[in-house]
């Protein structure tokens, strides 16, 4: 009768107005060595009487582990691995036992790491992964399971979680992702439930193949709200942890490691915050020095991370735009035509150093390297957004230094260029505005003010005071005013 007793008592442990006398009977103890049994009937009802009995009892909790009921639900979790219902009932037990001290260091004796690794990967539903992950998160928080749970595969396994759901849109994938990412930060760097605390963990990371750490690390860094969990990051010195892989793997050539890294370091550069503490730390001179990398995507990857670490920042955009020798390499990868995306960061990067510094310095070690006529050309890019961008940075040199700039600008025939972009009917508002924008500095010089009138500008900014975008007709008025000396 012994399992018909087990089941009424966990139909009856149901009731929470039930728990108490089933504590004062003492049938907790008496329950206790029936998880030892091999009759899986016998686990299922003793293990569910036993949970819902205990379940919030911190007290009689603390008396489960300290009479020994952890090797059992490993045990559990080990002998019968395929039951659905025995792996649930030994997981939720675990669930609610994982926060307690006494728990956690009985079960760094046991191999639980390796039964929680073989559920991850036997895991079919939200509900089943959602469970072990609260498991695995408490578990974490306890240095020698923590190594535990490297050793045995979890961040691959989790990374494989991660790389199977990223890029769905269904709710329930995007929490799976985002307490996957959680995870292993956790296991990585010492976080605990999305935040990002105590030490990183070397000896964690040491275990772990880098393209895990960083597939997993970017993808916890991308939906961060928190700039304060980025800088924390940083001091942690999780920077310097990506530069050094990097390094290592410049050398050795593995690409994918080396673009995961740069994703990861492009992510934490976003919040202003974060930039400067990066760049106080001499972030950006590590990160050109690694520009010595043979592979385009990778050169590409640097140039944006660079890029994002000179938005906003004049103190950084002022170190890069006096370095010839990386002015050089930016004006020599805006001729690679065949790499697109690198040519692309390259002629973004120049257009950021002068945006973000604004100095007479940088504008003439541009021009010295070549550069303008690049921006020049950029100007007539098939993005927006990059048109733009050439012709604010243009607009500010010569806003800084027309004089130094003339020759080039009638070398590259920007006036020609301009004069396209505000006659093609394709052209967006906000570039023609700028265009306009740009124009204006132009005519501070006499050979230039003599190239605008010769190639009829005027009657096209004529047409452009009936455009249908009020911004646009109000620089058109604007622009023709100074082209008549009117202001």
Not at 44 to 64: T, V, W
Not at 80 to 109: F, G, I, Q
Not at 139 to 152: G, R, S
Request: aromatic share 2%.
């Amino acid at each position: 009768c012994a399992v018909k007793a087990a089941h009424v008592l966990s139909e009856i442990a149901k009731n929470e107005q039930m728990k108490k006398p089933c504590i004062e009977a003492d049938l907790v103890p008496t329950l206790i060595p029936l998880l030892e049994s091999t009759d899986q009937e016998m686990l299922l009802h003793s293990g569910r009487a036993i949970g819902r009995i205990c379940y919030d009892n911190r007290d009689l909790q603390e008396e489960l582990v300290k009479v020994g009921v952890i090797p059992s639900l490993v045990r559990i979790l080990t002998d019968y691995a395929e039951s659905e219902p025995l792996v649930h009932v030994a997981l939720l037990a675990l669930y609610n036992l994982a926060d307690l001290d006494s728990a956690k260091e009985a079960l760094s004796m046991t191999k639980v790491a390796e039964q929680l690794v073989k559920q991850l990967r036997r895991a079919e539903s939200h509900e089943r992964l959602e469970i072990v992950f609260e498991v695995l998160q408490a578990l974490a928080e306890n240095d020698a399971l923590k190594v535990q749970l490297v050793e045995a595969g979890v961040p691959e396994v989790l990374s494989e979680i991660l790389l199977r759901l990223h890029g769905s849109s269904q709710a329930q994938d995007t929490c799976i992702v985002k307490a996957a990412s959680d995870l292993i930060v956790s296991l990585l760097l010492g976080g605990k439930k999305g935040t990002v605390t105590g030490q990183i963990h070397k000896e964690s990371i040491s275990k772990t193949s880098p393209i895990v750490f960083l597939t997993s690390l970017t993808c916890w860094v991308l939906p961060l709200s928190s700039d304060g969990n980025c800088l924390r990051m940083i001091q942690l010195g999780i920077i310097h942890q990506l530069l050094d892989l990097l390094e290592k793997h410049v050398h050795s050539g593995d690409t994918s490691v080396q673009q995961a890294a740069l994703s990861a370091l492009q992510n934490l550069a976003v919040p202003v915050v974060s930039k400067v503490q990066m760049l106080e730390e001499g972030i950006a001179e590590r990160i050109e020095a690694l520009l010595r990398s043979e592979s385009p995507p990778v050169q590409s990857k640097l140039l944006g991370t660079l890029r994002m670490l000179a938005d906003g920042q004049a103190d950084a955009a002022e170190i890069l735009g006096q370095d010839p020798l990386l002015l050089n390499r930016l004006v020599q990868w805006c001729n690679v035509s065949d790499h697109s995306g690198l040519c692309g960061e390259a002629h973004r990067l120049l257009a950021s150093i002068l945006q973000h510094n604004r100095s007479l310095e940088v504008v003439k070690a541009i021009q010295a390297a070549q550069g303008v006529k690049h921006l020049v050309s950029m100007t007539t890019s098939e993005h927006a957004v990059m048109q733009n961008e050439a012709l604010n940075a243009l607009a500010i040199a010569s806003a800084i230094d027309l004089e130094t700039l003339e020759d080039s600008f009638k070398e590259s025939q920007l006036v020609q260029s301009l004069h396209k972009l505000l006659k093609d009917d394709n052209t967006s508002p906000e570039v023609k505005y700028n265009s306009m924008g740009l124009l204006c500095r132009l005519l501070n010089s006499g050979d230039l003010r003599q190239e605008i009138e010769k190639d009829k500008i005027k009657d096209t900014l004529e047409r452009l005071c009936s455009h249908s975008n009020a911004n646009v007709v109000k620089e058109a008025i604007t622009t023709l005013q100074v082209l008549r000396g009117e202001t």
